[in-house]
Structure formats: C-alpha cells, structure tokens
C-alpha cells in the first residue's frame, strides 16, 4: 500500500513594514482628498446638483441700454444686484426633502414645458432661466422634447400625461398644481413662490384653472392648474374638439381648442380669468408702465411672456431680457413683500367672493401701477 503523500500546510506571512507604510499611505492620501474637496472643483453640470444655497449664484452685469427695439421692450434697468437671501431662511413648504428616506414633505407645486426640433440657443436660455426659481422653491420641471402629436397639440397631451403620472401616486404624495409655460417665457423673480396666485381654500376650491386674455382672447402661454380629474379631462375635451366639431374654426389651433372647451359650462365653472401681468405679462416700456397698460409685466413680476414676433425681433428680446435676469437686479428681482401682488391677489379674490364679475375684475385691477 502507498504511503500517503505529505500534506502541506499554508503558512500566513504578515505583510512586510513596508508594505503597511503603502497602505498608510493611500488611506492618508485619501483623506487629504476628501478634506480639500470643493463643489467648485466639479463640472457645472455635476455641482448644480449639490446642496447649498443661492449664494452661488453669481450675478453677471447687465450690458448698457441701448434704444428701445419696440413699444414692448424696456432697456432701462437697475444694475445693482440683488443680495441673495441668508442660509437661515426658513426653507420654502415647497422644499423636496433632504433626506430621499423623508416622505412627510412633496412638492406640492412643478412646472410643465416643452420645446422641439433643434436646440436653439434663446429658447434653451429662456428654459434655463427658471432653474434657479425651481431651486429655491423645489419644483420639479417636466420638459418635453419630442412631439407626442402633430402641430401644437402636444401641449395638452403632455398635460394629460403628467396630470395622469400624478394622480397614479397616493394623494399625499401629489402634485397639488401645475404651471404649464410656453418656452419664449423668461423667469425673471425667482423669490415669488407659485402658492400665491392659487385660490384660497376652502372657498374657491371648485377652482381647478387659473388663465389669462390677452387682446385676441385666451392666451395658455402661461398658466396654471389644479393636479385633478377635472384637469385631465378638460385637455382630453379641448383635444377632442378638432375630431369632434370640426366645423369649429380653431384659429390658434390648441390655444383655440382650450378657449372652446372652457367655454363650456362644466369647464367654466371651475375656471378663473386673472390680470394678465401675474404670470403672463409681455415685455414693458417705460410708457407701458405709466400708463398701466394691463399686458405689460411690473419690475417684480414673476415673468415675462415673449408671445408675438410680427417684427422678428423676439431673439434680441429674449437675448436682452435673458441678461436682466440672470442679473437678478434690484428693480425686478425682489421680495414678495416688495411687490404689489399680495395686495392685488387678496383683493381680487375677496372681491370675486363677494359676487363681482372677473371681468370686471381684471379690467380695474390690471391697471394697477405698482410703487
């Protein structure tokens, strides 16, 4: 019988001195790493995404006035910059949590958008202008890049299709509403939450849209709406006109199928016409400003609306406006409190409380100048 073989045992060697000094090394090293690391040593497009607060936002000097392009443009501004707000400011109810673990706090407000075709400077700038507004408040923004439907009526499926995502998640997880803005829709005062143009609760709470008229009637280029059923079935309905009642001439095409479908009593009843410079106003001049010319935004609105372009001039416009707000100057990046829409909102809805018409409304608040 063989003998068997001679078994092996493996012997453990402790690693060599100068083997542990390599591992010191490296740990030292990565360390130091991590103790000099900045977010300004990323890329932009990675360190957007860090905490911190709208102190990194650097302002950019507003290029000298030039003439004015049109009755419509106003190159006449402050170029202070605004200070931008201390890190104790309480955060916005709006805030998306911290912690990704933390569900007791949504948005309860978000943005809808959409731009086709090939990126064009201007409007990609104008998009990009609300970046820092939905940093500070919290909203998400759903931007839409490829055609759902022919001609402009992507506008309403894309609506359907976010109020829809929405309404699939349990309730307290929703959006409460939406703005929808067209992409020529510069955000020019990032301090003014969404919140204070919704109705106030519980007695407009059969309010589901909020929209403005300009001089050829509806204008959706901006406005916003209620995350509901209601709202879902309003764009269903305003995209069913054109199969439905194609003897009704829609001249605006969409804009033209929602201002139909509003029309309708269901619809209306849940609908309120505002002053058009809350949230969609145009570009002003010094001469639409003195004479409260109602379309005209206010130094402090919200945004500014670039819908026409009979001239051809709206690149230069949104190029110019485009540098006021990433300036965020004095004269038009302030403090809600330093504008005129608190006074202007609780009063339009208290009077609209007490039975005035809306029309009636809009016409003699719009024309309010603010000081």
């Known amino acids: 019988m063989p003998s068997p073989l001679p078994t092996t045992r493996r012997r453990y060697v402790l690693p060599s001195t100068s083997r542990y000094i390599k591992y010191v090394l490296i740990i030292a090293f990565a360390l130091l790493t991590v103790a000099l690391w900045k977010r300004q040593d990323l890329q ?218 509003l029309k309708r009593p269901w619809w209306a009843t849940g609908t309120v016409f505002v002053p058009q410079r809350w949230f969609n106003g145009f570009p002003p001049n010094a001469r639409a400003l003195a004479r409260g010319k109602p379309s005209a935004s206010r130094p402090g609105s919200l945004l500014i609306h670039f819908a026409s372009n009979r001239d051809g001039l709206r690149p230069e416009r949104l190029a110019h406006w485009g540098e006021v707000a990433t300036s965020r100057t004095k004269e038009w990046d302030k403090p809600l409190n330093e504008t005129g829409y608190s006074k202007e909102i609780a009063e339009f809805w208290q009077r609209l409380g007490k039975g005035e018409s809306q029309e009636a409304l809009v016409k003699a608040i719009g024309v309010y100048k603010w000081t």
């Open 44 to 261: 932009p497009a990675v360190a957007q995404y860090l905490p911190g607060s709208v102190d990194d936002v650097k302002a950019v000097e507003t290029p000298p006035s030039g003439e004015d392009h049109n009755e419509n443009t106003d190159t006449d501004t402050d170029t202070d910059t605004v200070p931008a707000p201390d890190d104790e400011t309480p955060p916005n109810e709006n805030t998306l949590p911290k912690n990704p673990a933390d569900k007791s706090t949504y948005p309860k407000f978000g943005k809808i958008t959409a731009t086709f075709g090939e990126p064009e400077t201007q409007y990609e700038d104008a998009i990009a202008s609300h970046a820092l507004h939905n940093s500070i408040h919290g909203y998400p923004h759903f931007i839409l890049r490829e055609r759902m439907m022919r001609g402009l009526w992507s506008k309403h499926a894309w609506m359907m299709a976010v109020i829809g995502q929405e309404l699939a998640k349990p309730e307290d997880q929703r959006l409460d509403w939406v703005m929808w803005h067209d992409r020529d829709v510069i955000l020019m005062n990032p301090q003014l939450p969404l919140a204070i143009f919704v109705p106030p609760e519980p007695d407009f709470g059969h309010v589901h849209m909020l929209v403005t008229n300009d001089s050829n009637g509806l204008n959706n280029g901006v406005f916003l709406c209620r995350v509901s059923q209601w709202s879902f079935k309003l764009f269903a309905s305003a995209l069913s006109i054109r199969e439905y009642e194609p003897e009704t001439p829609l001249k605006y095409t969409e804009q033209s199928g929602m201002e139909e479908a």
